[in-house]
């Protein structure tokens, strides 16, 4: 706001803009005359007047700010154009030196703090092993990844059989259905007695960069039943064991116990059964964090109680696979894998290559050998050397690789693996030359190879390397 405005708003003399020097010195004169010296009555003025008075416009008001920082000669007759040269020189020497000052102090600090400024850009320079731990891990997470609904069997048998011809068998053998809650791997049944709080809870134990680690706990009460579960055992009666299942309905190991002796009797239903049981009370118990589907959750296979679902995953895609539902089967192998894919502990790279050729899943194999071949050495299984060689054949015939490849993979698994073709084609039923029964390459020397690695697998505890190692120099021996 404009001085000339707030002289209008305090009502000093200064409102009288066009009034006459001598006509206010008479006046000042009267009234000292007659009022005895009496000061001069101020005007009343109203400042709120002034809002509603639109006689001054921005302009008018932009003027007189102008007209008051104007120039004008002072005391000593300096000229005001001079002036406000010098005023503008002045003001630009200390905006450079400011301005240098700015920039040296910024300098300074960044000189001081430039490690921590690129830490907290750019984060910790992650070492090489690192990166290569994290890019594995993330390969693996995408491998393992599976599809909550492929792991319901009743979903493949659908498309195997028709949607009509399953959902009638099921009105067949439902009755009245029950309040149990469905699970991601198991549908409970209508037969099965109410789940409480059987004791068996999952932990949530840290974070590996991308990995979740897990591990289940037992309360006492569920400690207490353990011990009599062992104590049946160790007493070599089955109806102890299956007391403690009347007793305690979804007690994990006597479940599996007596699924064992069920399967054993060529009970398979029934074996079948209590295994979904046992595994419904796994699955029951999981941490919200905990999904199967991820592929990135962990369970230590050497703490005991973490053990049980291993097991019961083992046993069910087994079942699940008895019954042509492959895919399925294929699945449940990946859970099983993905839960200690670095150790392996039920050494499922023995068995998902079967399941992912009959559920014909050929590129998921093929990249699964191609990608763990560095770090898992697979080409040195005998199972992967055919089973990719199987895969690329029927990937050649899909027209997606060249044929030639299918036949180099199945020329190197012959060459590393000479004795699996006599049986291989046994099995099979197909008539074998006797050119190739007569060769030793192929013959009964390559049986003997074939036990001897068997037993200095099993007793030696040699690893694949030395076993192919062993294999050549048989080989180079025989033929020289």
């Given at each position: 706001?404009?001085?000339?405005?707030?002289?209008?708003?305090q009502g000093d003399t200064g409102l009288r803009v066009d009034s006459d020097p001598e006509k206010d010195a008479e006046d000042d004169l009267l009234s000292v005359a007659a009022g005895?010296?009496?000061?001069?009555?101020?005007?009343?003025?109203?400042?709120?007047?002034?809002?509603?008075?639109?006689?001054?416009?921005?302009?008018?008001?932009?003027?007189?700010?102008?007209?008051?920082?104007?120039?004008?000669?002072?005391?000593?007759?300096?000229?005001?154009?001079?002036?406000?040269?010098?005023?503008?020189?002045?003001?630009?020497?200390?905006?450079?030196?400011?301005?240098?000052?700015?920039?040296?102090?910024?300098?300074?600090?960044?000189?001081?703090?430039?490690?921590?400024?690129?830490?907290?850009?750019?984060?910790?320079?992650?070492?090489?092993?690192?990166?290569?731990?994290?890019?594995?891990?993330?390969?693996?997470?995408?491998?393992?990844?599976?599809?909550?609904?492929?792991?319901?069997?009743?979903?493949?048998?659908?498309?195997?059989?028709?949607?009509?011809?399953?959902?009638?068998?099921?009105?067949?053998?439902?009755?009245?259905?029950?309040?149990?809650?469905?699970?991601?791997?198991?549908?409970?049944?209508?037969?099965?007695?109410?789940?409480?709080?059987?004791?068996?809870?999952?932990?949530?134990?840290?974070?590996?960069?991308?990995?979740?680690?897990?591990?289940?706990?037992?309360?006492?009460?569920?400690?207490?039943?353990?011990?009599?579960?062992?104590?049946?055992?160790?007493?070599?009666?089955?109806?102890?064991?299956?007391?403690?299942?009347?007793?305690?309905?979804?007690?994990?190991?006597?479940?599996?116990?007596?699924?064992?002796?069920?399967?054993?009797?060529?009970?398979?239903?029934?074996?079948?059964?209590?295994?979904?049981?046992?595994?419904?009370?796994?699955?029951?118990?999981?941490?919200?964090?905990?999904?199967?589907?991820?592929?990135?959750?962990?369970?230590?296979?050497?703490?005991?109680?973490?053990?049980?679902?291993?097991?019961?995953?083992?046993?069910?895609?087994?079942?699940?696979?008895?019954?042509?539902?492959?895919?399925?089967?294929?699945?449940?192998?990946?859970?099983?894998?993905?839960?200690?894919?670095?150790?392996?502990?039920?050494?499922?790279?023995?068995?998902?290559?079967?399941?992912?050729?009959?559920?014909?899943?050929?590129?998921?194999?093929?990249?699964?050998?191609?990608?763990?071949?560095?770090?898992?050495?697979?080409?040195?299984?005998?199972?992967?050397?055919?089973?990719?060689?199987?895969?690329?054949?029927?990937?050649?015939?899909?027209?997606?690789?060249?044929?030639a490849d299918a036949d180099a993979s199945l020329q190197l698994a012959l060459i590393m693996f000479p004795g699996v073709l006599s049986p291989l084609l046994e099995k099979c039923s197909?008539?074998?030359?006797?050119?190739?029964?007569?060769?030793?390459?192929?013959?009964?020397?390559?049986?003997?190879?074939?036990?001897?690695?068997?037993?200095?697998?099993?007793?030696?505890?040699?690893?694949?390397?030395?076993?192919?190692?062993?294999?050549?120099?048989?080989?180079?021996?025989?033929?020289?």
């Amino acid at each position: 706001m404009s001085s000339r405005v707030l002289r209008k708003l305090q009502g000093d003399t200064g409102l009288r803009v066009d009034s006459d020097p001598e006509k206010d010195a008479e006046d000042d004169l009267l009234s000292v005359a007659a009022g005895g010296g009496a000061k001069k009555k101020q005007l009343n003025v109203n400042r709120y007047d002034l809002l509603n008075q639109q006689s001054l416009s921005e302009s008018e008001v932009k003027e007189d700010d102008d007209n008051e920082t104007e120039p004008t000669q002072d005391q000593d007759g300096a000229d005001p154009a001079d002036k406000g040269a010098k005023r503008k020189k002045k003001k630009k020497k200390k905006k450079a030196v400011k301005a240098a000052l700015a920039q040296r102090s910024s300098e300074d600090n960044f000189d001081g703090d430039e490690i921590d400024q690129v830490n907290r850009l750019l984060g910790p320079v992650a070492s090489a092993e690192s990166v290569q731990h994290a890019a594995e891990v993330q390969r693996t997470k995408e491998l393992l990844s599976i599809d909550n609904r492929n792991l319901n069997p009743n979903n493949e048998l659908k498309r195997i059989f028709g949607v009509k011809i399953v959902q009638s068998e099921q009105r067949k053998k439902s009755r009245t259905r029950t309040h149990l809650r469905n699970t991601g791997i198991v549908t409970p049944k209508d037969t099965w007695p109410i789940i409480g709080k059987q004791g068996i809870t999952m932990r949530y134990c840290e974070q590996k960069g991308q990995v979740q680690v897990f591990s289940y706990e037992h309360n006492s009460d569920y400690q207490l039943v353990q011990r009599i579960f062992l104590q049946a055992v160790e007493s070599l009666n089955p109806d102890n064991v299956v007391a403690v299942i009347h007793s305690h309905p979804y007690h994990v190991d006597a479940l599996l116990q007596v699924a064992e002796l069920c399967k054993m009797s060529e009970d398979l239903q029934m074996a079948a059964d209590l295994v979904e049981r046992a595994l419904y009370a796994l699955e029951h118990a999981f941490h919200p964090l905990f999904n199967l589907a991820q592929g990135n959750c962990r369970l230590d296979y050497c703490r005991q109680e973490n053990r049980a679902l291993f097991i019961a995953l083992f046993k069910h895609l087994t079942m699940v696979g008895q019954r042509a539902c492959h895919r399925t089967a294929l699945e449940l192998s990946k859970v099983v894998l993905s839960l200690d894919p670095d150790d392996d502990p039920l050494a499922m790279v023995l068995v998902i290559d079967l399941y992912a050729l009959r559920s014909r899943q050929y590129s998921w194999l093929v990249r699964l050998a191609d990608e763990w071949e560095a770090s898992r050495n697979l080409s040195q299984l005998p199972n992967f050397a055919y089973s990719t060689a199987v895969a690329r054949f029927h990937l050649a015939v899909q027209g997606a690789i060249e044929m030639a490849d299918a036949d180099a993979s199945l020329q190197l698994a012959l060459i590393m693996f000479p004795g699996v073709l006599s049986p291989l084609l046994e099995k099979c039923s197909v008539q074998v030359d006797h050119k190739v029964l007569a060769h030793d390459f192929f013959g009964p020397k390559a049986q003997t190879r074939c036990v001897l690695t068997y037993l200095l697998l099993e007793f030696g505890n040699l690893n694949l390397r030395c076993i192919n190692l062993l294999h050549r120099v048989l080989f180079f021996k025989d033929l020289h």
